[in-house]
């Protein structure tokens, strides 16, 4: 395993290395620990060196406006909604007025008459069962008078 000097990872906490590169060291920092420890050290001695968060302080203000650049106003979805209905309710009763909806009731109508005149599946089953019970009562009629 190679570890890098140190000189490479003052390089690597300054961000000054190409990307390929500082993917390496990463990910060598996950596998070794000597180098870990070597980076931990150097971190605490150029901590003064490191830029502080709150020297980049920006003022709320300056967070607000960018804010509402994108804030859109709720008027326009409002009124956006509404149109969205209105031609909803327009298309609704052109098709009502043309009969679409009375052609699709049609065809469900006709297909449950198709369906009330054949029997059901129960009562098919319930006949077959009948018809063999009769069939079988007959049957032990005759063995009986046999014995």
Not at 55 to 77: F, H, L, M, N, W
């Amino acid at each position: 395993m190679n570890h890098y000097t140190n000189e490479e990872w003052r390089q690597f906490i300054c961000d000054v290395l190409p990307e390929e590169k500082r993917e390496e060291m990463e990910n060598h920092l996950y596998t070794c620990d000597q180098c870990l420890a070597v980076y931990m050290e150097l971190i605490e001695e150029n901590a003064f060196d490191l830029p502080n968060p709150s020297d980049e302080v920006v003022s709320a203000d300056v967070i607000i406006a960018q804010v509402e650049q994108y804030k859109k106003p709720k008027q326009t979805q409002t009124k956006q909604k509404l149109l969205h209905y209105g031609i909803a309710a327009a298309i609704t009763i052109g098709f009502m007025s043309s009969g679409i909806f009375q052609s699709v009731t049609n065809a469900v109508v006709l297909g449950t008459d198709l369906s009330e005149n054949r029997p059901s599946y129960t009562e098919q089953w319930m006949d077959k069962t009948l018809s063999f019970l009769d069939w079988l009562k007959p049957n032990q009629k005759e063995e009986g008078n046999n014995q």
